[in-house]
Every structure is written in structure tokens, then in C-alpha cells.
């Protein structure tokens, strides 16, 4: 691995998680968990979302199906988007989850342009993948081309002076402080243009 690509990193991560299968959502059972967490009765509800009361109670009970109409008003009375809808609760979430990754303590990964060291790794499922990086990278010649993958990311100068390559911008140099959020399908690069290497905190979606 010639270049900063998060993806044997974010692989790392799933194969030391513990996903499971995710179960088909019962959107009736959804709509009335959704209803009752509110207090609501059906007939409150089905006002809410300017349905009538017996095709609400259709929809909770799986007798019919909803139209796409009929799913916006739901989720506008539910005060909620529609993605929202078909978003199951997961019963068995912990809440409250904390990873505490001392200095240096962190798994590292080292490449000849690179050192990467793997952070919060003893959380479980986790949607974002933080690391902290050294960059070695001096010239964008280096690269064998863009890096890109899915998802997002954050990047946070911590020492030295990089500059932030990207597809559709302008270079950028950035110094201890800066940061940079970006689309992480857009073709990007680091180099470092201090003396000394520069170390940065990354953060990508891994969802």
C-alpha cells in the first residue's frame, strides 16, 4: 500500500466487530412502536398524519400497504423523514458506549509512506473508523493516483504542515489546527511539506 486508502484499515474494523444480519423490517410494527413511544392513540396518530383512523390501524396490522403518499404523511405527522420510517430500533443497543485509546496504544499499521495507528478498536460496530496517521509522502508523485473510496471524512492537522490534494479543488497547505471535511468518493491525497513528518487525525464513515 503505496497511498493513504482507509479501506484495508475500515476492513480491519468490520472483521474485528461483531455484525450481525439485519432482520427484515415489519414497517406495521414500526409505525405503532413509533406511535406509542408518543403516547399517541390511533386515532391521534391518524389525525396527525391526516389519515383515517381504520387505515392507520390497516398499516400497523399489515393489512394493507402503504402508498408512498400515505408514507409521507406518516412520517410528517411522526415529525420524522421517511428513511426514519423503515429505521428499526435496535432493542439490544447499548447506550452510553465509550473506547479510551491511550497514547500510543493504538494498533499500528505501517507502510513505506505511511504509519497508521487504529483507534477505539474495542468498539464494536462502530460508524466512523478514527485513526492517526503519519505522513512520510513528500511529493504527489508518490501516488500511483487518486485514493477514493465510499463514505465521508475528516481530517485534522495535529504537527507539521501538509498539503491537501483533492479531484475537483485547488491544493491546500494546512497547519496544526486546520481541518478539512470532504466527500471521500472525490479523489484525494496528503503530502507533507515540513521538515518533519506531519501527523494527522482522520476520521472516516464506515457505514
Do not use: C
Not at 497511498?3 to 474494523?13: A, D, E, K, S, Y
Not at 504509519?115 to 462502530?126: D, F, P, Q
Not at 466512523?128 to 485514493?147: C, H, K, N, Q, T
Not at 484525494?188 to 521538515?195: L, R
Request: net charge negative; no cysteine; aromatic share 8%.
Amino acid at each position: 500500500m503505496s497511498q493513504l486508502n482507509p479501506g484495508p484499515l475500515i476492513r480491519v474494523n468490520r472483521e474485528n466487530s461483531d455484525y450481525q444480519d439485519i432482520e427484515p423490517l415489519d414497517l406495521g410494527e414500526r409505525v405503532r412502536e413509533l406511535r406509542t413511544a408518543r403516547k399517541w392513540t390511533l386515532e391521534q396518530a391518524a389525525q396527525q398524519a391526516g389519515l383515517a383512523r381504520s387505515t392507520l390501524s390497516k398499516i400497523e396490522n399489515g393489512q394493507m400497504s402503504p402508498t408512498y403518499e400515505a408514507l409521507k404523511k406518516l412520517a410528517i405527522g411522526l415529525e420524522i423523514t421517511v428513511p426514519q420510517l423503515f429505521t428499526p430500533t435496535r432493542s439490544d443497543q447499548i447506550n452510553g458506549r465509550m473506547a479510551v485509546t491511550k497514547s500510543g496504544g493504538g494498533t499500528e499499521h505501517a507502510t513505506a509512506t505511511y504509519e497508521h495507528e487504529l483507534l477505539s478498536e474495542t468498539l464494536a460496530n462502530k460508524q466512523m473508523l478514527p485513526y492517526r496517521a503519519r505522513i512520510r509522502s513528500r511529493s504527489i508523485e508518490e501516488f500511483d493516483g487518486w485514493v477514493r473510496h465510499d463514505g465521508e471524512e475528516f481530517l485534522y492537522v495535529l504537527t507539521g504542515i501538509i498539503k491537501l490534494y483533492t479531484e475537483f479543488y485547488e491544493p491546500v497547505e494546512m497547519r496544526r489546527g486546520d481541518s478539512a471535511y470532504y466527500d471521500a468518493a472525490m479523489g484525494h491525497n496528503v503530502i507533507s511539506v515540513s521538515d518533519e513528518d506531519a501527523t494527522l487525525l482522520w476520521v472516516t464513515s464506515v457505514a
